[in-house]
């Protein structure tokens, strides 16, 4: 598969490195790295980053917080790591702008396809922050939504585990993994690879995932440039 614009989607919860929360400068940086070092080859990359590392509406919630202002909150926390990483990749020389689903100017541009593609096509990094813009909703429906959207050619799941396998590999020892798996397989065998939205949005408008291990220096690139490192979900 030739990849000439990917909407790359980081976990929050992977940025806190060894941290029990909060951003870890040392990731941060390694992935502002990786994205300079792959962004060099020529592809376009969105990026659609978490916000577990600081704040989740749903576990919000479970501690008393009103659902809807929780869920503001993580979409916020999103913002924190988009500022973050921007601010990262200009440190490595790589123009980058953040736009924002919700009007909060100067923070971040008002965030509309068309602008979007324009800084794409300059050479900017695009980071897309403050997911959908709506409650009860993830990043990860956020990374379909805005993949579909900006025309990706696939979504570039960046995870601390290395592609989908046949169980929790981390949970069990005999768990085997997929190099190709079909959306309907994900949903036959009850796999997480995203939340249900998410996969379903994927699944609807033929958006191709790459699942990969981003957490090990130079997979980016290496799943970019054709490696066989992590699984393909496709229709
Ligand atoms: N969120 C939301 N709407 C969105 C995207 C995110 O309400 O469109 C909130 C939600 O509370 C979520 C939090 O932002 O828990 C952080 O996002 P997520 O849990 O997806 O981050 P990750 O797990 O990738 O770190």
Redesign the pocket.
């Known amino acids: 598969m030739q990849f000439n614009r990917i909407l790359l989607k980081l976990?929050?919860?992977s940025l806190m490195g060894d941290k029990q929360y909060g951003i870890d400068e040392k990731r941060l940086q390694e992935y502002a790295e990786q994205i300079y070092e792959a962004a060099q080859t020529g592809v376009q990359i969105g990026v659609v980053i978490?916000?577990?590392?600081i704040?989740?509406?749903?576990s919000g919630a479970t501690k008393g917080f009103d659902r809807v202002k929780?869920?503001?909150m993580?979409?916020l926390?999103?913002v924190i790591n988009s500022l973050a990483l921007s601010s990262a990749l200009t440190a490595v020389g790589q123009e980058n702008r953040v736009f924002t689903a919700v009007r909060m100017e100067p923070v971040g541009e008002l965030y509309s396809k068309w602008k979007a593609i324009e800084s794409l096509e300059r050479g900017e990094i695009a980071i897309l922050a403050a997911?959908?813009?709506?409650?009860?909703?993830?990043?990860?429906?956020?990374s379909a939504l805005r993949g579909i959207e900006i025309e990706a050619d696939a979504m570039f799941k960046g995870t601390r585990v290395d592609g989908v396998y046949t169980a929790d590999p981390e949970k069990d020892p005999t768990a085997t993994k997929f190099k190709t798996i079909t959306f309907d397989e994900v949903y036959n065998r009850g796999l997480k690879v995203m939340d249900l939205t998410a996969t379903t949005m994927c699944k609807e408008n033929n958006l191709s995932i790459v699942v990969f291990d981003m957490d090990s220096y130079g997979n980016l690139k290496r799943v970019l440039e054709g490696e066989d490192i992590g699984t393909l979900v496709h229709v």
């Open positions: 976990s929050g919860e978490g916000g577990g590392n704040f989740r509406g749903l929780g869920d503001q993580g979409m926390a999103t997911g959908t813009g709506n409650p009860f909703f993830t990043t990860d429906t956020a």
